[in-house]
């Protein structure tokens, strides 16, 4: 029979105190590695999606919004801007591009999105099967987006008014096309259907027309041929916001100002935002790491008082093992596994219910702003982690177990 | 088998306690009588190295205790020695039979499921292998504290009053018992008592 054996044994002879130990230290590991894990993801998905874009100009309000809703797509837009406004900013000499885009509609909570392909461009987003859209409602699909709603190249779908998946107003008379499926890029694009800005401005005129056209057919044609004829009608055209990329860094120090002062729209630069943002974030992650160690100091503390108090009860079997030949470092050594067993059940258990709750967000995320977090193998700060609560452990059962040594053989077998 | 010379011990601030001398020959049993509180205990912790040597001589099996370091007399006790105890010991946690199987994993490291098994059959234990210690009776409690003392083949078992709290029939069946057992592992006896019941089974007798 091994020692080990042994230890267990007696781990599992006492389950109260087990429980106890067990339930603390789950407590506390799975709050640290959940709490990391989120952070650490949210950190990597917003930088990730903010990177490619500089600056961010759309209607006035705040800075924060306008920044979730273009870049991130989390939030509702805050309004709309002319497309002619932001036109000169495309060729001003600071910026390396600024693209366009649109959107206020969703397929089953998924927002379509009107944009030019540069956008695709700057996510690094390939096609893995299908083309590119070229044609007003044709569409490419993020590759999430055709997992999860199962969409094929040549499917159709008709979009609703809103961004959530709600009952909301339907475009019934447009139906989109799937033309292509973009490859997993681990970025918004992947929860996104992507079409050009013209389907969004036509799904929108459209319903326009539907309410003059009970009133007034002949308007309605007139406008029509407005439409094909007279580019004045690109003055009306509207757009969600503007992305633009700097080509030099004096554009992020004047142009900013320059909009938020000068125009009626505002430039909200979205490293500042979400830096802010995970700021905030940050400080809430710091408290509740911090209650995890307290949680963990209370774990160790349990496993000290319970081992203090099941080699004292367990004197005269330790003595008993003296005389079956076993050393004081033997008998150290079966505390010390005892201990050591305990710590690292409680940090697996505790990894495992860290990554269920993470899951849990996941489909939370996943359900309300279509972003997904992933279950990733164990990581070096987690490894860390077992590391500290072993050496934790060790002190523990080191400081319970100093009785070991003073151990009078003789003496407790005689008391029995 | 046994051999101690001189042999005396000193508890702190109090007299001593001195030993008479003993010689048992491999093979041989002996008894080693007297009242309480003349340190008969004390005498068999001594022979068992439990007890550091204050003064005088032991030797077992050719080994002088004394010439040991504590790790080399921890080792040589659990080969050699089988201690069965006036109260029982056992480890809570495991059951009857892997009670057994820690006494022969250390410090050699055996798994005799045989030995085990044969033994367990003769002491009447076979039923209980697989309860936990505390749902043993008395007597059977008492009978897996002897098949303890000699599951790994001691050169000599040492006894201390296996016979206090049993009645007269009783006494003459674990008597005779320890002594078929210690035939069979070709072990050596000394029993430690102060029951005068025992006197008629040994010849060779010390008084302390």
């Known amino acids: 029979m091994k020692l080990g054996y042994l230890a267990f044994r007696n781990m599992v002879s006492k389950p109260l105190n087990l429980l106890l130990s067990l339930l603390l230290l ?236 000068n125009t009626s729209m505002q430039a909200a630069l979205p490293g500042f935002e979400i830096q802010r943002l995970l700021g905030l974030l940050g400080s809430g992650v710091q408290t509740i790491n911090g209650i995890a160690l307290a949680i963990l100091l209370v774990s160790a503390l349990s496993i000290f008082i319970s081992l203090l108090k099941t080699i004292r009860e367990r004197k005269q079997e330790l003595a008993l093992l003296r005389t079956y030949g076993l050393s004081t470092g033997q008998l150290l050594r079966l505390a010390l596994l005892e201990g050591l067993f305990l710590a690292f059940i409680g940090f697996v258990l505790g990894w495992f219910l860290g990554r269920l709750g993470i899951w849990g967000v996941s489909l939370y995320l996943q359900a309300s702003y279509g972003y997904a977090l992933k279950l990733k193998a164990p990581e070096l700060v987690e490894l860390f982690l077992l590391g500290l609560i072993l050496a934790l452990a060790t002190l523990a059962t080191l400081l319970a177990s100093r009785s070991i040594f003073r151990l009078n053989v003789a003496k407790t077998l005689s008391d029995g | 088998m046994v051999e101690t010379l001189n042999l005396s011990y000193t508890y702190d601030n109090s007299e001593a306690l001195v030993f008479p001398d003993i010689s048992l020959i491999p093979g041989e049993h002996m008894l080693v009588i007297g009242p309480s509180g003349v340190g008969k205990t004390t005498l068999l912790y001594l022979m068992a190295g439990l007890l550091p040597t204050l003064k005088g001589t032991i030797a077992i099996d050719g080994t002088e205790l004394n010439t040991l370091s504590r790790k080399e007399i921890d080792k040589f006790r659990g080969e050699h020695i089988g201690l069965i105890f006036q109260q029982y010991h056992f480890i809570k946690s495991l059951n009857v039979s892997d009670n057994l199987r820690l006494r022969q994993s250390f410090p050699k490291n055996t798994n005799d499921t045989k030995r085990r098994y044969e033994l367990a059959e003769r002491l009447g234990l076979t039923q209980h292998l697989e309860k936990k210690v505390n749902a043993l009776s008395h007597g059977q409690q008492q009978r897996l504290g002897i098949a303890l003392g000699l599951i790994h083949k001691p050169k000599i078992i040492f006894a201390d009053e296996p016979t206090s709290n049993l009645d007269d029939s009783n006494c003459t069946k674990v008597i005779d018992l320890l002594k078929e057992e210690a035939k069979i592992c070709k072990s050596s006896l000394l029993i430690i008592t102060h029951d005068q019941r025992v006197k008629s089974h040994f010849k060779n007798q010390v008084v302390l």
């Open chain 1, 26 to 261: 789950l407590l506390s590991v799975s709050l640290v590695t959940f709490v990391l894990q989120l952070s650490q993801q949210l950190n990597g998905q917003l930088s990730k999606n903010i990177a490619p874009f500089d600056m961010v100009i759309g209607a006035k309000g705040s800075p924060l919004q306008l920044v979730l809703s273009a870049v991130l797509h989390i939030d509702a837009p805050t309004g709309n801007i002319k497309l002619k406004e932001v036109a000169a900013l495309q060729k001003h000499p600071f910026v390396q591009i600024a693209i366009p885009v649109s959107y206020g509609d969703n397929y089953k909570g998924f927002r379509i999105l009107g944009t030019e392909y540069g956008y695709l461009d700057h996510y690094d987003a390939e096609l893995s099967e299908g083309t590119h859209y070229e044609q007003p409602f044709e569409v490419v699909a993020g590759s999430n987006v055709a997992q999860r709603l199962d969409l094929q190249v040549g499917d159709s779908f008709i979009s609703s008014h809103g961004l959530a998946a709600t009952n909301g107003e339907t475009h019934d008379e447009h139906p989109f096309i799937v033309k292509g499926i973009l490859k997993p890029t681990g970025a918004v694009v992947d929860q996104l259907l992507i079409t050009n800005l013209e389907s969004i401005w036509k799904a929108h005129d459209h319903g326009e027309e539907d309410s003059h056209d009970i009133t007034n057919p002949h308007e309605e044609e007139d406008k029509h041929h407005d439409e094909t004829l007279n580019s004045e009608h690109d003055t009306k055209k509207e757009i969600t916001a503007l992305l633009v990329k700097f080509k030099s860094p004096l554009g992020m120090v004047q142009l900013p100002r320059f909009i938020n002062e």
